[in-house]
């Protein structure tokens, strides 16, 4: 049973910038390359990025303001789209 927890520990990962302004949590694949959802979240906690992976590309991802409203988008085919959160 330890072996295959020490795997999903090793899978498991955490980066922070240098400043500690933003957190990010995922997950890695066997290579060490970002894969699946990966969450930035600010020194408050508040969800800043959402992030999805495959074998370390990026391939969707959403950000939102400090309200927690979204405020930009990008696609699968890499296409971004920007939102007025003040519902204007």
């Not at 970002?34 to 991802?61: A, F, P």
Request: hydrophobic share 30%.
């Amino acid at each position: 049973m330890k072996p295959l927890f020490l795997f999903v520990v090793l899978l498991t990962c955490s980066i922070a910038k240098a400043d500690d302004s933003l957190t990010c949590k995922g997950e890695l694949d066997n290579n060490g390359k970002k894969n699946g959802s990966w969450v930035c979240r600010d020194k408050q906690g508040r969800v800043i990025k959402k992030e999805h992976y495959k074998h370390g590309e990026i391939g969707t991802w959403i950000l939102y303001n400090n309200k927690g409203q979204m405020i930009q988008t990008r696609n699968k085919k890499g296409k971004i789209r920007k939102y007025k959160p003040c519902g204007c």
